[in-house]
């Protein structure tokens, strides 16, 4: 599993407001109803005053043991980093570094996906949205695609089982931390495109989406020739029992 390190705080103003390889492989929204009843479950934020904050940062801080510790500024906004993990189906559109000759020549963007179970460390402040933090990951890979495409996603395990919420753009991805406490178990965060059922298509690109036409005839060829060597596996042995059936004794 890679990891990668970035912050919101490099270019934020000092207040911090600005901050797999088949479509196949992912199950619609309909066929994951531990998503629907999670979705069900959001949680009404009560929000810490400044000396809640304080014990709850104090708290968290001596049960890190990764030395990702949480901050509080003398204003009452805290710092800390949290861990997403991108689980991204479909390729994404980055850019390329080329010289000018070059970019007028060429294309200086490509497409390709991203290693699963790639692990992202982000350094927000308790201001940051989450819609600022899926700008943040995108901008760390200079991922061009509009951010509208995708979702962040809190995970939980709650008895024995995993439920996944997708979470609001308006939400604090830090306080979320901060009141689960560092354990990942107890919550963690995830990267994914939104569900085919929710994909703003008119945010792609013509070519993008010319892309994921030739990625679906690809597969599409693909299974179709997994099939007739099925088939043509059976035929073979059941040709070969006929023969041993009619052989004469």
Request: charged share 30%; proline share 4%.
């Amino acid at each position: 599993m890679s990891s990668g390190y970035s912050s919101l705080e490099e270019e934020e103003s000092e207040e911090f407001f600005t901050a797999r390889t088949s479509f196949f492989g992912r199950l619609p929204a309909k066929a994951r109803p531990e998503l629907q009843d999670a979705q069900k479950e959001r949680e009404t934020h009560t929000y810490l005053s400044k000396e809640e904050v304080k014990e709850k940062i104090k708290s968290y801080n001596s049960s890190v043991t990764d030395k990702l510790k949480m901050a509080l500024n003398s204003n009452g906004i805290y710092t800390g980093f949290i861990k997403v993990q991108m689980e991204l189906c479909r390729p994404i559109t980055v850019q390329i570094s080329v010289t000018p000759e070059e970019h007028a020549h060429n294309n200086n963007e490509t497409s390709f996906y991203l290693p699963a179970g790639y692990l992202n460390i982000l350094h927000i402040s308790s201001t940051n949205t989450v819609r600022e933090v899926i700008e943040a990951l995108l901008k760390k890979f200079s991922v061009s695609d509009n951010p509208a495409k995708f979702a962040l996603y809190k995970r939980c395990d709650k008895e024995d089982q995993v439920y996944t919420c997708k979470l609001s753009d308006r939400e604090h991805p830090l306080y979320l931390r901060l009141v689960a406490g560092p354990s990942t178990e107890t919550l963690s965060f995830v990267l994914r495109e939104h569900e085919t059922g929710e994909v703003m298509w008119e945010a792609f690109s013509l070519p993008e989406l010319q892309n994921f036409l030739r990625i679906l005839d690809k597969e599409e060829d693909e299974q179709l020739q997994i099939l007739k060597k099925r088939y043509a596996a059976y035929r073979d042995k059941l040709e070969e029992a006929l023969g041993g059936v009619w052989k004469p004794g």
